[in-house]
């Protein structure tokens, strides 16, 4: 799970300089700011961040799903072609059928008013060549492979009348329909239990490995990266300021956010400690620091800091990071280790 | 910190909650009885002076109707909640204003638990003027005493919630729940709606002012890894019943009920090298309406025999301190005499 596999040199989707603007009351905002990464195929790359991060944003331009006055920069390859600057009508065959995604909250990404099988059908209409009793039994066994029972029943029930996990459930049904090769799951599992978050978390990897497909999980909770991920990169006001395998850099972080942010998870062991926590509040996009914008909540930080934007650098092999200071944040050891 | 073994504050004895749902047309006509959703079904449990209690379990598991059954905000239907040896349900006058002043709740939601058209001092002040805390002339000695104790900048007082992030609204909340000078502090998913970071900074706060002047706190939560780290004690919920409650590391270390274990391996751990392809619990809540017959877990559980569909199991000693409700009372002993957890990758 963990190795990458034998073709990782070629990535599936490469995304570079990927910049978000929107136009708000207080003035240009930049909700995603020179984000770059790559997919690899069959990995599991998880984005993560607190809210207003730029995480869910970054996922939407990807699918080019901002609107205007939103404004989508720099270029996202897929299969050599770049995303960005595709004429809608292409882009149309390739969202929804190579590229898929899940959304966080199910009940307001299903259509409340059409029947969930319709739903699952509509996707298989539009993009496989499938007659309509083709599409039913399609239908129903996408049903039966992310384990709604009673799949025939339910083809004709509507939305409200299957509970969350089941929704979302659905939803990943709507999505495997075409065949995806990358699958963008925005926090699918942050409305769910523990327990059913679980199982919609080990449907996905399954159904990854099944399908050979390549996954972006964003995500707000560190354990869900620790159980699901391959990679991960660790975003803040916009920017990516850590990347790497999500051992190493659980094992040695080299961001003093991303410490920050694994010692503020309670952990066994240190029951009724103070956690490590961050201190202040996470920037406004309206108003992010100058120099680095974690600057004035580090306690690494020095002057330089203040001034100077640190480059997302190689750090050491397969790792970069944003820090001015990743030395000695690495020195620091890990809270998790 | 010792946690006194003979102080009881608060107990619940076979404390039981119905909400009943509005009667239909063709249910009235048949004369079948009224529905009702069995929110809480016969909980007990007692509450220490100095502990923290933790109250886990899933969305619907009736841990916030708790909550709010324990700090008077809803009644019980059944059974009683005794505030140092009385029944609060009988408390009158003074005993009764005395008792909602010792017992204060904090509540999950920081955006619609202020009132928005309410500055922070005069939230304060209503708090501290209603339960005649302080004479008029101190009250706003006693509001920067307060603000500085919740870590709040000394000019927050004359702002509005609005004006304040997630945590420090949180920060006002317990500020105001503090303000009348509680034994008890009941917090409802305290820090469900922060981000982690300034989830830690509440956390951090709780455990200080807990310290600092020996409350008693009642801390309801999802996060199992949130509860294990802040509580002493830990009751696990489960369809409006206490399945598990015992110490915190004797309940994490070994679960003695199928659903503790379920729900302790699906939280993801921050390990990543602790992983594993097979699914914690199968299955879905019942619904509280129609309630199994027998053991609550009955439907979900890898274990469940015969008796379990028919006797509802009560809560037996285990351990120290340590009561499950399982029939099957060696689980979680010796791990060889019972069949491993599920593994089927998918349900």
């Not at chain 2, 509580?231 to 696990?236: L, M, P, T, Y």
């Not at chain 2, 751990?269 to 879905?284: F, I, N, Q, W, Y």
């Amino acid at each position: 799970m963990s190795a990458l596999p034998s073709q990782a040199l070629t990535p599936a989707l490469s995304v570079r300089d990927l910049t978000t603007t929107f136009v708000t009351s207080a003035g240009r905002v930049t909700a995603v700011d020179n984000v770059g990464f790559d997919v690899f195929p069959g990995e599991v790359l998880g984005l993560v961040g607190e809210s207003g991060s730029g995480k869910s944003v970054t996922l939407r331009s990807i699918m080019r799903l901002i609107h205007a006055p939103g404004v989508v920069g720099g270029s996202v390859l897929w299969q050599g072609r770049d995303l960005v600057t595709m004429p809608e009508r292409e882009l149309r065959r390739i969202r929804g059928a190579e590229i898929a995604m899940i959304f966080q909250e199910p009940m307001t990404a299903l259509n409340p008013v059409l029947p969930v099988g319709l739903q699952i059908e509509e996707n298989l209409k539009a993009h496989t060549p499938l007659d309509r009793a083709g599409r039913t039994k399609r239908a129903l066994e996408l049903m039966d492979l992310v384990g709604i029972p009673e799949a025939r029943r339910r083809l004709s029930d509507y939305p409200h009348q299957f509970s969350g996990g089941m929704r979302q459930r659905a939803m990943i049904a709507i999505s495997l329909a075409s065949n995806p090769k990358l699958l963008l799951a925005d926090e699918p599992t942050t409305a769910l239990d523990v327990t059913i978050q679980d199982q919609i978390l080990k449907l996905i990897l399954e159904l990854k490995r099944e399908l050979g497909m390549s996954v972006v999980f964003v995500t707000h909770d560190l354990g869900v990266v620790a159980a699901t991920c391959d990679r991960m990169a660790v975003m803040y006001a916009g920017r990516i300021v850590e990347t790497g395998e999500v051992a190493s850099v659980f094992a040695k972080p080299r961001h003093a956010y991303t410490r920050g942010l694994l010692g503020s998870v309670p952990r066994s062991g240190a029951e009724r400690t103070m956690l490590l926590s961050i201190d202040g509040t996470p920037p406004s996009l309206a108003a992010i620091p100058p120099g680095c914008p974690f600057n004035p909540r580090c306690s690494f930080a020095t002057e330089v800091c203040r001034t100077v934007v640190p480059p997302l650098d190689e750090v050491s092999p397969a790792r970069l990071a944003a820090c001015h200071h990743h030395d000695r944040v690495a020195a620091a050891g890990s809270p998790v280790a | 910190m010792m946690i006194p073994m003979n102080d009881t504050v608060i107990s619940a004895e076979e404390v039981s909650k119905q909400f009943t749902l509005p009667q239909t047309m063709s249910r009235r006509l048949r004369g079948a009885p009224q529905l009702a959703v069995n929110a809480l079904n016969g909980v007990n449990f007692t509450l220490k002076r100095g502990e923290t209690l933790g109250i886990v379990g899933e969305s619907g598991c009736g841990k916030s109707t708790l909550a709010r059954v324990l700090v008077g905000l809803l009644d019980c239907t059944e059974g009683k909640v005794m505030f140092e040896g009385n029944d609060i349900a009988y408390l009158r006058g003074n005993a009764r204003r005395s008792y909602n002043r010792r017992v204060q709740m904090i509540f999950q939601d920081p955006y619609s638990s202020l009132n928005p058209r309410m500055t922070v001092r005069q939230v304060l002040t209503e708090a501290l003027h209603v339960h005649r805390m302080r004479p008029r002339a101190e009250i706003p000695g006693r509001i920067a005493e307060l603000l500085d104790l919740v870590r709040l900048p000394d000019d927050a007082a004359d702002r509005y919630p609005h004006e304040f992030s997630g945590g420090q609204r949180q920060r006002i909340g317990i500020a105001r729940a503090l303000a009348v000078e509680p034994d008890v502090l009941v917090a409802d998913e305290l820090v469900s709606a922060l981000d982690v970071s300034v989830q830690a900074q509440v956390v951090n706060l709780l455990l200080q002012l807990q310290e600092k002047l020996h409350l008693t706190v009642v801390f309801v939560a999802h996060d199992l890894r949130l509860v294990r780290h802040i509580s002493h004690r830990v009751a696990v919920m489960y369809l409006g019943s206490i399945l598990e409650i015992g110490p915190t590391e004797a309940l994490f270390s070994t679960p003695r009920q199928p659903y503790t274990r379920a729900l302790l391996d699906a939280a993801p751990e921050l390990d990543p090298t602790h992983r594993t392809t097979s699914v914690a619990a199968r299955g879905e809540l019942p619904s509280p309406i129609n309630l199994p017959v027998g053991c609550p877990f009955n439907t979900r559980c890898p274990f469940a025999f015969d008796r379990c569909f028919v006797e509802r199991p009560l809560l037996t000693e285990r351990g120290p301190m340590h009561r499950a409700a399982c029939h099957l009372t060696d689980f979680g002993l010796a791990p060889a005499a019972v069949p491993p957890m599920q593994t089927e990758a998918v349900s």
